[in-house]
């Protein structure tokens, strides 16, 4: 058969042969099959139904829980009857209309529940197993034998390398085919006697498949204690996928007490849940855990990013506020951020009127400052600081009962001089209003009237230098600038001529003003005012 | 498996034949001829770098190529009825297919799916496909495509979510991925023979690995492989280094332009054209490789002097007499001179807005604060100038890039100060920034230090007792204490200006020189997490270039990312000590990209 052909002639064909095939075996091998069968279901069933029985709701299920059949009547197939369904089962991908890409004996499993009910019942179990290595079969023995990374083995592989190997020689050999058989048989009987013994593949071994990415199955895990072995075993692996594979698993097969007990025991475990239930957008699920794990910081945070999700300010503040009173308030070490987040809601209650107001004398057009300086964005959702920066640009003269000015707002989120002065500043110099800003500095004293900077004069200036200030408004500052060489580095970096040569002559510095002379532009106004001054008689040079 | 050479580079690049190959056989398998491709954007880089383009999908039989869009999930796709998707294993991606695959199955179209997932098929990701109903419809497989090579001693996993997903979330699925990259690095060059872990992470790799191995049958022979050495950092061992400002050239080039997948683009302001161009940059550019592990301050020279060669190579052609040394210069010349002309102005155009942004702000104070808070020293000032920073609303991520740096050398910022810098950064860049600032304390970068509330000068005596990192500090010499040439270095702590060598390498420095951590008790102490080794080829004495000896090799394996600082530093212990590295990590980032992945978006 070559590659190209039609996918469904390429399933029919194979389904042919392997059925065939099949019968063969089945046949023949009834009687251990059922047996090995028999043996898991006395051992198991039991608890496989009362757990089966459990509702899942909207929790995640994988493969098994899906199938929603649980048929009692079934619980003792006949050997016969759990073999029909296998071969039934095979069926369905063939005479479907569905194409089937692939023949993984992974995929087969999960699409046997439609069509088998009391395949499922036994979860994956021994016949699994059985149709798993036949779709093996059929893709060895056609030509487009895939990548053996592509075949997944369901079950210890020397029961499959068995069951290939005799069929192949059944096929060739016809002849010595009861000898075969006898023999196959035998083999079969001794796994079938192992099989009974210990079903179970070990944990070490299913971690280990899944971390390879090889299939696997956690169904054979039905006592509390192998559960948690696996989990266990999981964690020490330290490969999430797999934690995660065994969370799920324990979520579906324990009740939630359990469950939950058994978690919160085991904090990696958690942690890879969490993960999870986030990424799932399983949100509700994911607050409930947090709550229960006591992490208080964090289902506040959570919550809180939640609420400040939305853009409309009045919605905002209505989850701020909510979440506030259910997640900060009551808890002591979360103080600050209440705090914070109170600072939040005030700011919001503030802007929004503010802007709704603004809005309108911009609309009016009687404001100077609003037609200069147009509004780029309105303020609603802007930090404190901004909001002080635009209160300082269009509001600044208004007494502090009003709720746009800058005062009220300095007051109510209680921002320090520094915090004021930066703002302040660098919004009057935007306008070019240098009186304001040294009335922002002037302090009354009890020998008259000084200037005095909580930030440092060298940084006032340069923040008048960003606002391209004229070098009068500049150099006065610059003077204030107590420490000398300060000063005349940031003077000269700032091209204030004006300060450095003042600076200079306060210091009879003849020198280094000559030097600096030297270097100005010829004819240039600082070039005469330096000429001045090195040419006045009054000055007493070093 | 080649005779290791001892010193000899491995070829990388036989990870990326490897990759290739098993691309191939999932576009291939199971008869699927002509299909189409549809991409996870996040693996459009990572592929180009492997396949070199789409000429190698249509060479398997890809027809059409779509972007598979995470926000648009109604996307209607036409196509062949044959279609693979390439992604990474997502649960937000498998809804998207399996939007597709139920839409498309209603509609009556038939078609064939296979999702290849890249690194590796998860377990949430088929519990989905599953729960979706699409389990049976598509064909599911993976590629093992982990670790590009970015050049010949880069190897990247090009992750940039691991770190948010590790570090914040807890979430280790991607682990597997570190250690499966290893498990066939050694497939291909040998078992590494000795192996050092640095930091918690590191020794959770290395066991998986060991579990992934399996016990094998076969004897490594140690002395054959080609890598020696193998050492695993978590990152978290060092978050100083990622916040220190990058000085070499390759660190202001991913600082400034942001190089991703060993790839930089130039804007109109570089190139003078209207088009972004896109350059590799790797070693084959001799030009390239002459200044990308330069301080800044030697790139202009070398890139004058560079400029002054091409110009007398092409000031020949005026002396030409003969006709045939013209077409000689044409024939051989002429192209690589033009296109060598072109790379270069393009680096003296990000130097040059390099300088520009330096020269915008107080680049001097932010420098100095930072050496300073390294050097632990003046810290009554550096706090006056993170609170200017702060209320002046600088940019707000190194506003951050300073606190976290206050926090990391001081084991916690005091009580008082704390709170003062928390509430003026919020109300400075928004109050949603305190879910950045839960963020960065759950990883350790940004807190307050223990024990009761202190006042401010309790506090600032706080700040001045012996944190872990001022005792590694002296017990590693992380501050040169003899000035550095930062033309000719002669310590790595160049890379820094010379104000610090990065933790991460000096502590690679010190255990290979000693190929175990006999002597540094004390500095494990310190450090946040522990410390494992597994040596298995001991290489004592000075002739460690006979046979029978561990490679002088190393792979250095930042599981978490590096920097480009961090890279510089371990080339430059390399010509030093005559080991060759290989770097590999889950990605390579900045301080900006380091920050933003863990901080809450500004909301305006």
């Not at chain 1, 209309?97 to 088998?116: A, G």
């Not at chain 1, 093996?136 to 487009?144: D, E, G, H």
């Not at chain 2, 949430?124 to 495509?145: F, R």
């Not at chain 2, 013209?326 to 051989?332: E, H």
Request: charged content about 25%; glycine content about 4%; some cysteine.
């Amino acid at each position: 058969m070559s590659l190209d052909e039609p996918e469904d002639d390429y399933w029919t064909a194979s389904s042919v042969k392997s059925s065939k095939r099949k019968v063969n075996i089945f046949d023949d091998s009834v009687t251990v099959e059922a047996a090995s069968d028999l043996a898991k279901f006395q051992k198991s069933f039991a608890d496989d139904v009362e757990e089966e029985s459990i509702g899942w709701g909207d929790d995640p299920v994988s493969s098994v829980a899906m199938t929603p059949s649980k048929d009692p009547a079934l619980s003792r197939p006949t050997p016969s009857s759990s073999i029909k369904q296998d071969s039934s089962s095979k069926q369905p991908p063939a005479s479907s209309s569905l194409p089937r890409p692939s023949f993984q004996p992974h995929y087969t499993d999960t699409s046997v529940p439609s069509s088998s009910t009391s395949y499922m019942t036994h979860s994956r179990s021994r016949s699994d197993v059985i149709v798993g290595s036949m779709n093996k079969m059929s893709l060895v023995k056609s030509p487009s034998t895939p990548n053996p990374k592509d075949i997944r083995v369901d079950s210890e592989p020397d029961l499959t390398s068995v069951i290939g190997n005799s069929s192949k020689k059944s096929d060739s050999k016809p002849l010595s085919r009861q000898e075969q058989q006898i023999q196959f048989l035998e083999q079969q009987l001794m796994l079938a006697k192992k099989a009974i013994v210990s079903t179970q593949i070990s944990v070490d071994e299913t971690i280990k498949r899944i971390i390879l990415g090889q299939s696997y199955s956690l169904e054979q895990y039905k006592s509390k204690e192998d559960k948690l072995l696996l989990l266990d075993k999981a964690i020490a692996s330290h490969d999430g996928n797999a934690i995660i594979a065994a969370v799920i698993f324990m979520k579906r097969t324990l009740t939630d007490a359990l469950f939950n007990l058994e978690l919160l025991r085991r904090p990696v475990a958690v942690d890879q849940y969490l993960a999870y239930l986030k990424a799932h957008y399983n949100l509700n699920a994911y607050a409930n855990m947090l709550e229960m794990l006591n992490r208080t910081e964090e289902l506040a945070m959570f919550k809180y990013k939640q609420s400040v999700s939305v853009n409309d300010p009045a919605a905002k503040i209505q989850r701020v506020k909510g979440c506030l009173q259910s997640y900060f308030e009551m808890s002591p070490s979360l103080q600050h951020e209440c705090g914070l987040l109170k600072q939040q809601v005030s700011l919001l209650e503030r802007q929004r009127p503010v802007d709704v107001g603004d809005e309108m004398i911009e609309q009016e057009g009687k404001h100077l400052v609003f037609r200069q300086h147009p509004r780029k964005a309105s303020i609603i959702n802007m930090p404190v600081i901004t909001t002080l920066f635009y209160c300082c640009i269009y509001h600044y003269e208004e007494p502090e009962n009003y709720l746009s000015s800058p005062a009220s707002l300095r007051k109510e989120h209680q921002l320090t001089e520094k915090q004021y002065i930066w703002t302040a500043v660098r919004a009057r110099a935007m306008l070019r209003r240098w009186p304001d800003i040294e009335a922002l500095f002037l302090t009354k004293g009890f020998f008259g009237s000084k200037m005095k900077s909580v930030i440092g004069f060298d940084k006032v200036a340069s923040i008048l230098h960003k606002a391209d200030a004229p070098p009068e408004i500049l150099n006065k500052y610059l003077q204030l600038v107590d420490d000398v060489d300060r000063r005349l580095e940031i003077a000269q970096k700032m091209q204030c001529h004006d300060a450095v040569i003042e600076t200079y002559r306060n210091q009879r510095d003849r020198q280094s003003l000559q030097t600096y002379f030297s270097r100005l532009k010829p004819n240039s106004r600082e070039w005469y005012v330096a000429q001045g001054v090195l040419n006045d008689q009054t000055v007493k040079w070093k | 498996m080649a005779a290791a050479v001892s010193g000899k580079l491995p070829d990388v690049y036989r990870l990326q034949e490897l990759a290739k190959e098993d691309l191939k056989r999932c576009l291939n398998a199971n008869g699927f001829q002509d299909k189409d491709l549809v991409l996870d954007p996040d693996l459009m880089k990572p592929l180009d770098r492997i396949t070199g383009g789409a000429s190698f999908l249509k060479e398997n039989g890809v027809d059409k190529i779509f972007k598979l869009d995470r926000n648009d999930r109604q996307t209607k796709l036409v196509g062949r009825d044959k279609r693979v998707y390439l992604v990474k294993p997502k649960i937000n991606i498998m809804k998207i297919i399996a939007d597709h695959i139920s839409s498309e199955k209603s509609r009556g179209e038939k078609r064939q799916y296979r999702i290849v997932m890249v690194p590796r098929k998860l377990f949430l990701c088929e519990m989905i496909l599953e729960q979706e109903g699409v389990m049976g419809s598509c064909d599911l497989d993976q590629v093992d495509l982990d670790l590009v090579p970015l050049d010949v001693d880069i190897l990247s996993m090009e992750t940039p979510e691991f770190f948010k997903s590790y570090f914040l979330n807890n979430d280790s699925t991607m682990l597997q991925t570190v250690s499966n990259s290893i498990l066939r690095i050694q497939q291909l060059m040998g078992e590494i023979p000795n192996v050092y872990c640095l930091g918690k992470t590191g020794k959770m790799c290395y066991e998986l690995l060991k579990l992934i191995q399996g016990e094998s049958t076969i004897i490594p022979d140690y002395p054959r492989s080609e890598i020696g050495h193998l050492f695993l950092v978590d990152r978290g061992i060092d978050f100083v280094t990622p916040l220190c400002s990058q000085v070499v050239y390759e660190g202001l080039l991913d600082d400034m332009f942001g190089i991703q997948c060993g790839c930089v683009e130039f804007g109109p302001e570089i190139t003078q054209k209207d088009q972004p161009v896109k350059i590799r940059l790797h070693s084959e550019d001799q030009m390239y490789e002459g200044i990308r592990n330069q301080h800044f301050t030697n790139v202009f020279e070398l890139l004058k002097s560079k400029a002054q060669d091409l110009q007398s190579v092409s000031d020949k052609r005026k002396n030409f007499t003969k006709v045939s040394d013209m077409k000689d210069f044409v024939a051989n010349d002429l192209r690589s001179l033009n296109k060598s002309k072109a790379n270069l102005s393009y680096h003296i155009g990000a130097c040059e807005q390099i300088i520009k942004k330096k020269n915008k702000g107080d680049f001097q104070e932010f420098m100095q604060t930072e050496h300073s808070l390294l050097e632990g020293t003046g810290l009554k000032e550096n706090m006056n100038y993170i609170e200017d920073s702060i209320n002046k609303q600088n940019n707000m991520t190194s506003n951050l890039k300073l606190l976290c740096l206050a926090s990391l050398v001081n084991d916690g910022i005091p009580v008082k100060e704390y709170k003062t810098f928390k509430t003026q950064f919020a109300q400075s860049h928004g109050f949603e920034q305190i879910v950045t600032f839960h963020n960065l304390k759950k990883i350790g970068l940004l807190r307050e230090q223990e024990g009761p509330s202190h006042s401010m000068p309790a506090g600032m005596a706080a700040l001045t007792r012996n944190s872990s990192f001022k005792n590694l500090r002296k017990k590693i010499n992380l501050i040169p204490s003899v000035e550095t040439d930062l033309r000719r270095p002669c310590d790595m702590s160049y890379v820094f200006s010379g104000a610090y060598s990065p933790l991460s390498c000096k502590l690679i420095e010190q255990v290979l020189q000693k190929e175990g951590f006999q002597g540094m008790d004390e500095i494990k102490k310190y450090l946040p997490s522990e410390l494992h080794c597994h040596v298995r080829l001991k290489t004592p004495g000075p002739k460690t270039n006979q046979p029978g000896r561990a490679a002088k090799v190393v792979l250095v394996y930042f599981i978490g990312g590096c920097t480009y600082s961090e890279i510089a530093a371990l080339r430059f212990l390399g010509k030093q000590t005559g080991y060759k590295f290989i770097i590999a990590t889950t990605s390579i980032f900045n301080t900006n990209t380091f920050l933003e992945s863990v901080m809450e978006k500004p909301q305006v």
